[in-house]
């Protein structure tokens, strides 16, 4: 640490070296309070909202109708449920959203007939562009980088086929390692490596690394199977078929890094990672789930239920976690216990601890008078 703000003396202090400091130290600080954004909206005539993905200060998810069976219309949150923007498309019977990054939303859409198309948005409703390839009959994007975009690709009720974009329809290039695999999707991306599924009997968790050949079935010897939704610095988390279920494990890019985090008693999955913490959910018999976060350890499971709001405690409360920013923002959904159990939308933010707080101010006033003694 001293060598880093030797270094940092030297060089000329800027406000964005502020912010990368603030974001490092609220990052690497241990989460043990998180407020609560409930992001729903009667804004739109839906009765529910489902919080999908979360980056660059932006959430993704999407609303349906409990009542009219209405189709889903993909939604864009920026921190507040008054910054609702509803992204569906005129002239399609119904949008989901996966997936957002640097203003670019991932997801897809459809026509009404069955099928489902791959698209791409960047923050309208307007800005729709459908990347569906010719030639397939089905496509999703189920995730995206700043670079590309993956998912899946298929003909007629044949299996689905992993694949991966670059920003057109032309670009799709398949992932599919063939061979005994049957079927296979991605689930995310962060441009260099792709996770998601593969099946062969059983769905086995998968990385790959740009191409087809670059394939990796991730199950760890004494499990069966698996999936990996989420990857981000070098971190890749999902889950794998043990005793008693599903249980949430993390890899750093072959099945010899497997880490089991599974918190005793109860039965898990990972849905995204940051790198250095996970997100997820909690099980207990059929039915039962809590949204919870980790941080690389089964030890370190956090119940995120527990900060939720009144109307979504007791008996039959449900809440999944299923995305994480750098900074640890979290979103997911909790089911209204007041409102019919009806799907809510809701953003877990983390709250520094006093010490955190006291430490980085410190540190930056620091900073701030080394810059004024060397200007005088």
Same mark, same amino acid.
């Given at each position: 640490?001293?060598?880093?703000?030797?270094?940092?003396?030297?060089?000329?202090?800027?406000?964005?070296?502020?912010?990368?400091?603030?974001?490092?130290?609220?990052?690497?600080?241990?989460?043990?309070?998180?407020?609560?954004?409930?992001?729903?909206?009667?804004?739109?005539?839906?009765?529910?909202?489902?919080?999908?993905?979360?980056?660059?200060?932006?959430?993704?998810?999407?609303?349906?109708?409990?009542?009219?069976?209405?189709?889903?219309?993909?939604?864009?949150?920026?921190?507040?449920?008054?910054?609702?923007?509803?992204?569906?498309?005129?002239?399609?019977?119904?949008?989901?959203?996966?997936?957002?990054?640097?203003?670019?939303?991932?997801?897809?859409?459809?026509?009404?007939?069955?099928?489902?198309? !791959?698209?791409?948005?960047?923050?309208?409703?307007?800005?729709?562009?459908?990347?569906?390839?010719?030639?397939?009959?089905?496509?999703?994007?189920?995730?995206?980088?700043?670079?590309?975009?993956?998912?899946?690709?298929?003909?007629? &009720?044949?299996?689905?086929?992993?694949?991966?974009?670059?920003?057109?329809?032309?670009?799709?290039?398949?992932?599919?390692?063939?061979?005994?695999?049957?079927?296979?999707?991605?689930?995310?991306?962060?441009?260099?490596?792709?996770?998601?599924?593969?099946?062969?009997?059983?769905?086995?968790?998968?990385?790959?690394?740009?191409?087809?050949?670059?394939?990796?079935?991730?199950?760890?010897?004494?499990?069966?199977?698996?999936?990996?939704?989420?990857?981000?610095?070098?971190?890749?988390?999902?889950?794998?078929?043990?005793?008693?279920?599903?249980?949430?494990?993390?890899?750093?890019?072959?099945?010899?890094?497997?880490?089991?985090?599974?918190?005793?008693?109860?039965?898990?999955?990972?849905?995204?990672?940051?790198?250095?913490?996970?997100?997820?959910?909690?099980?207990?018999?059929?039915?039962?789930?809590? !949204?919870?976060?980790?941080?690389?350890?089964?030890?370190?499971?956090?119940?995120?239920?527990?900060?939720?709001?009144?109307?979504?405690?007791?008996?039959?409360?449900?809440?999944?976690?299923?995305?994480?920013?750098?900074?640890?923002?979290?979103?997911?959904?909790?089911?209204?216990?007041?409102?019919?159990?009806?799907?809510?939308?809701?953003?877990?933010?983390?709250?520094?601890?006093?010490?955190?707080?006291?430490?980085? !101010?410190?540190?930056?006033?620091?900073?701030?008078?080394?810059? &004024?003694?060397?200007?005088?």
């Amino acid at each position: 640490m001293m060598t880093f703000l030797l270094y940092t003396h030297r060089m000329k202090w800027r406000p964005a070296l502020c912010c990368f400091l603030c974001a490092a130290a609220l990052s690497a600080a241990a989460q043990k309070e998180y407020r609560v954004t409930v992001l729903h909206s009667f804004r739109v005539p839906f009765e529910e909202s489902f919080g999908r993905a979360i980056g660059d200060g932006q959430q993704v998810g999407d609303n349906n109708s409990l009542q009219t069976g209405g189709g889903s219309h993909a939604m864009l949150w920026s921190g507040t449920p008054e910054s609702l923007i509803d992204l569906h498309p005129k002239g399609w019977s119904a949008s989901f959203m996966t997936g957002v990054i640097g203003g670019r939303q991932s997801g897809f859409v459809e026509p009404g007939d069955g099928r489902v198309f !791959a698209a791409l948005w960047s923050g309208s409703a307007d800005s729709m562009v459908l990347l569906h390839p010719k030639g397939w009959d089905n496509s999703q994007l189920l995730g995206l980088s700043l670079t590309d975009q993956v998912g899946w690709v298929n003909q007629s &009720r044949d299996f689905r086929l992993a694949a991966r974009w670059q920003g057109t329809p032309e670009s799709m290039v398949l992932l599919h390692p063939g061979g005994p695999y049957l079927g296979s999707w991605v689930n995310d991306t962060d441009g260099e490596v792709q996770v998601g599924q593969a099946a062969i009997g059983q769905i086995r968790p998968a990385l790959w690394r740009g191409s087809r050949e670059s394939f990796v079935d991730l199950t760890p010897p004494g499990f069966s199977g698996g999936e990996v939704y989420g990857v981000a610095n070098g971190q890749q988390a999902g889950w794998v078929g043990g005793p008693g279920g599903a249980q949430a494990a993390i890899w750093h890019g072959s099945a010899e890094t497997f880490v089991n985090l599974n918190p005793a008693g109860f039965g898990s999955r990972l849905f995204d990672t940051n790198g250095t913490q996970q997100v997820g959910r909690i099980a207990q018999g059929i039915g039962t789930s809590w !949204a919870a976060a980790w941080s690389g350890t089964a030890e370190s499971m956090l119940n995120l239920h527990q900060f939720l709001p009144a109307q979504f405690r007791g008996s039959g409360e449900f809440s999944i976690a299923y995305g994480i920013d750098a900074g640890g923002n979290i979103i997911g959904y909790a089911r209204d216990l007041q409102a019919d159990r009806a799907g809510r939308a809701v953003m877990w933010s983390p709250v520094p601890e006093p010490g955190t707080v006291v430490g980085l !101010a410190t540190l930056l006033t620091l900073l701030a008078t080394r810059r &004024r003694a060397k200007t005088r």
